[in-house]
């Protein structure tokens, strides 16, 4: 059974950093794309960020790029988001979610498999 599970959430001050850890088991990483998404309240979900964990191509969205970084270790099964430079508008819950590489875009609203999410809060 594929089980992605995040944490790393948490409140922390507007130029702050934070990073979020993705735990995936029930599949080999190295065959899969892990994207990071966030959905603030009364917003859409957003794709942030993914990599490609079989040939390590990644993706920012504009909104994050020179801020976060994405890296994954496929012997530990682990993805990560280090957030830098946090501002108030990176509030959101957080979420990881993975799908096979070459299924669908990095990242894609839909991706088979999710997380639970995590909260990030930033103040001001």
């Known amino acids: 059974e594929v089980q992605l599970v995040e944490s790393g959430g948490g409140l922390v001050q507007a130029g702050g950093s934070l990073r979020l850890s993705c735990a995936a088991s029930g599949f080999t990483l190295d065959d899969y794309q892990i994207g990071w998404f966030r959905q603030a309240p009364g917003k859409e979900r957003e794709g942030v960020s993914c990599?490609?964990?079989?040939?390590?191509?990644?993706y920012y969205a504009d909104s994050v790029k020179g801020r976060f970084t994405i890296s994954s270790d496929n012997a530990k099964n682990m993805v990560y988001l280090q957030m830098n430079s946090l501002k108030p508008e990176d509030t959101a819950v957080y979420y990881c979610?993975?799908?096979?590489?070459?299924?669908?875009?990095?990242?894609?609203?839909?991706?088979?498999?999710w997380g639970q999410g995590t909260q990030v809060t930033v103040s001001s």
């Open positions: 979610a993975a799908d096979l590489v070459g299924r669908l875009d990095c990242p894609s609203p839909d991706f088979g498999s």
């Open positions: 990599i490609n964990s079989s040939d390590g191509s990644v």
